[in-house]
């Protein structure tokens, strides 16, 4: 009953401060995708990095060096990846957006399940697994026809060129894109409120993002579990289940 009432009492003063602003934009991390049954990044024994280092299958250099070891990583993610569908929180953040209550959606997740959901404005500052691209002749191609790209050393090769493909995603020791960046940023400085979700804002450079609203007279409400750099600074902290928190949110709107 008391986790009943704390989530209903913050939900409703989100849902005030969602009210309240002119222009709410949503910062999400891997926690928003968790209910969706996809394991964040560093949760002990549970996160993606908790056995494996991914500085040995998700950088740049692997990829350039050794495709085939790369590719043992990312094919059976994207295999994994592929069925998952979104969750209450994909859906209560496409459901502001369509009631003019959301601007648009800033994610570090490569998953596509905001878009999922319906989002429309969503920036996807880490790339997205929806296509993968030569490296060599920039042919890009769907997540359905990776698969059929993979030669017998089980590494994907363009079917026009025989050059390496590459998942349209961000690895480690690769920048960001810098349009995507340039959208972000004009969000976060436009933003009245950043609502960010399922991210410990440790990570940079989205984790700058927040400091930007700030800088422009914005607020924050954070929900995710555990602490970020910017409790301090935030009108709200919620602490429990993303979906759960903003589909109770959403409700307190409707």
Request: contains cysteine.
């Amino acid at each position: 009953m008391e986790r009943e009432v704390a989530t209903a009492t913050g939900a409703a003063r989100l849902a005030e401060l969602i009210g309240e602003s002119g222009c709410t934009v949503a910062l999400t991390g891997a926690g928003v995708s968790v209910p969706s049954g996809i394991p964040d990044f560093r949760t002990p024994e549970t996160g993606m990095w908790a056995n494996v280092d991914p500085m040995k299958v998700a950088h740049i250099d692997v990829f350039e060096r050794d495709p085939a070891h790369f590719w043992s990583y990312y094919r059976p993610r994207f295999h994994s990846l592929g069925d998952k569908r979104p969750n209450a929180a994909h859906e209560a953040l496409a459901e502001l957006e369509r009631r003019g209550m959301l601007e648009g959606v800033i994610t570090q997740n490569i998953d596509r399940l905001h878009r999922a959901a319906g989002s429309e404005n969503v920036v996807e500052v880490h790339g997205s697994i929806e296509t993968s691209s030569c490296t060599r002749c920039a042919a890009s191609y769907g997540i359905d026809e990776v698969d059929a790209l993979f030669d017998d050393d089980g590494i994907a090769v363009c079917a026009t060129c025989r050059g390496p493909v590459k998942p349209d995603v961000v690895l480690f020791g690769e920048l960001l894109p810098e349009s995507a960046m340039a959208g972000a940023q004009q969000l976060a400085e436009r933003a009245e409120l950043m609502i960010c979700i399922g991210s410990s804002l440790a990570v940079f450079p989205a984790a700058g993002l927040p400091r930007l609203t700030l800088e422009h007279g914005g607020r924050l409400a954070i929900v995710t579990k555990g602490p970020t750099p910017y409790d301090g600074a935030a009108e709200l902290k919620l602490d429990g289940e993303v979906d759960e928190e903003l589909g109770a949110a959403l409700a307190a709107l409707a």
